[in-house]
């Protein structure tokens, strides 16, 4: 069965300081991997994608890396601000499955000033 | 900028009244999903749509039904609401593409409780 799994599964960090956010799968064949934000009463929001060929991206204070050998990704949050808060979802898509998603639980993170 | 939009925010209703959520979504996509969202589980596939009149059971599909009369338009139906359906219920849609349609994007959200 294809699963996401993401750890912490909340986070408190004090502003300015950085963090990073884990996203191991089972998801195969493998076809990219997305790290999308929710905003506390809003839908989520793609960030960035990872295809396979891809060690790391950047979007601005955000970098993600994967390990398509071991099935790991990671979200790398500089320098964080309040507007950080939300929570971070890692979603898996297979090349078999046509657009059916998996759903990491999330990552729940609180910048404190 | 692509824009799905649920027909509320809030929702409060009785047990056993039959529940309907609207989405709209305006980018002519072909792909729509309803999910479920409830902490410490994430997000859960209710139901999908691949095209008008077409639908498939998520993972979570009991106690729910659904309605695409038009491309733009998925309807979630909760026959006789329970309380244990009370939750963030979130839309989706995405464009029929390799790499492009497995982005997914997301209405508001509606937030139901049942009472």
């Known amino acids: 069965k294809n699963q996401v799994e993401q750890s912490p599964q909340s986070l408190i960090i004090l502003e300015g300081k950085n963090c990073t956010l884990q996203c191991n799968y089972t998801v195969s064949p493998f076809s990219n991997l997305r790290w999308y934000k929710q905003d506390t009463g809003r839908g989520p929001v793609s960030l960035t994608i990872m295809t396979f060929s891809e060690n790391t991206k950047s979007n601005g204070r955000y970098t993600a890396t994967l390990d398509a050998d071991t099935k790991q990704s990671s979200l790398h949050i500089t320098a964080s601000q309040l507007s950080d808060s939300a929570s971070y979802i890692c979603v898996v898509s297979a090349t078999n499955a046509g657009n059916m998603l998996t759903f990491g639980g999330g990552t729940r993170l609180m910048v404190k000033p | 900028d692509v824009k799905v939009t649920q027909s509320s925010r809030y929702l409060v209703k009785r047990t056993g009244e039959k529940v309907f959520l609207e989405c709209v979504q305006d980018m002519d996509h072909e792909n729509m999903f309803w999910y479920r969202q409830d902490p410490g589980l994430g997000l859960r596939l209710i139901y999908f749509?691949?095209?008008?009149?077409?639908?498939e059971k998520g993972d979570i599909p009991e106690g729910y039904s659904v309605s695409r009369e038009k491309k733009e338009r998925f309807s979630l139906i909760l026959e006789s609401a329970s309380t244990n359906q009370t939750s963030m219920y979130l839309c989706?849609?995405?464009?029929?593409?390799?790499?492009?349609?497995?982005?997914?994007?997301f209405g508001q959200g509606t937030r139901l409780t049942v009472v």
């Open positions: 989706a849609s995405s464009m029929t593409s390799p790499v492009k349609g497995t982005e997914a994007f």
């Open positions: 749509s691949y095209d008008v009149k077409m639908k």
